[in-house]
Structure formats: structure tokens, C-alpha cells
């Protein structure tokens, strides 16, 4: 017998992370256990509650652009992890994970995590 997750009850535990902590912060660097260790200069938490594909095979990937305006980028540095809030400010922690991205060169710059570029996933029991 297969021990862990139905594929079903994941991708719904996948779908609920994503309803219960919709906003998307970017750190420099680990997010620790409490999800507020190196949070980046540019401290902007973005709603992302519509840019996410329903969950299918035990992944959820996002399906729209998350961009930040060069008015919300006021440092040079490097994207390294995102954490997931219930708020866009405060409220609660739920997920982090790391993202790949190339450096903010220039202070002013956008910058676009495009869709299809985050994914959360798990395990499934096979």
C-alpha cells in the first residue's frame, strides 16, 4: 500500500496554499522559518491569487506575469527565494520556496517572474 498524499488530495492542498496565501514576497536570500530572513529591498508583496493554474498532477504553476515596476524596485540585487502571505503587509506566513533569477542590475528596473516561471509542487504516493 501506497503511503502519503492521493495525487487529488495534493493538488487540492496545492490549490488551498495558494488561496490561503496568496501574496508573493521576494528575499535575497533564505526566507528562514518564520519566512522574514533577507527580505528584499524591494519589499512589494504581490496578489497573485489570478496568476496561478489550477493544480494538475501534483504542481501548480503560475499562469500570468508577476511583475514588479521600476518604481517598486529601488535596489540592485539578486532574487534568490519567494515566501506566500495571507496579507499584503503582516498577516501569516504560508510556503517559500526559491526562485531563479537573473540580478537587478540597476535600481529602477522591472522585473517579471513570467508566467510559468513558479512552480510549487509535491509528492505524491505512487
Keep these: 500500500m501506497a503511503?502519503?498524499?492521493?495525487?487529488?488530495?495534493?493538488?487540492?492542498?496545492?490549490?488551498?496554499?495558494?488561496?490561503n496565501y496568496p501574496h508573493l514576497q521576494?528575499?535575497?536570500?533564505?526566507?528562514?522559518?518564520?519566512?522574514?530572513?533577507?527580505?528584499?529591498?524591494?519589499?512589494?508583496?504581490k496578489d497573485?491569487?489570478?496568476?496561478?493554474?489550477?493544480?494538475?498532477?501534483?504542481s501548480?504553476?503560475?499562469n500570468a506575469d508577476i511583475n514588479w515596476t521600476e518604481s517598486e524596485v529601488d535596489?540592485?540585487?539578486?532574487?534568490?527565494h519567494f515566501t506566500l502571505w495571507s496579507a499584503s503587509s503582516g498577516g501569516n506566513f504560508g510556503?517559500?520556496?526559491?526562485?531563479?533569477a537573473n540580478a537587478v542590475n540597476a535600481s529602477g528596473d522591472d522585473f517579471t517572474i513570467?508566467?510559468?516561471?513558479?512552480?510549487i509542487s509535491g509528492t505524491a504516493a505512487s
Excluded: Q
Excluded at 513570467?114 to 512552480?119: D, E, K, P, R
Design 75 to 80: 535596489t540592485t540585487e539578486d532574487y534568490t
Design 26 to 45: 521576494l528575499h535575497t536570500g533564505a526566507p528562514g522559518a518564520a519566512g522574514t530572513a533577507n527580505i528584499a529591498g524591494n519589499a512589494t508583496r
Design 95 to 100: 510556503f517559500s520556496g526559491t526562485v531563479t
Design 114 to 119: 513570467s508566467s510559468g516561471g513558479l512552480t
Design 60 to 62: 501548480k504553476a503560475t
Design 48 to 58: 497573485t491569487s489570478s496568476s496561478w493554474a489550477a493544480a494538475a498532477s501534483a
Design 3 to 19: 503511503e502519503g498524499y492521493s495525487t487529488a488530495a495534493l493538488n487540492a492542498a496545492l490549490d488551498d496554499i495558494i488561496t
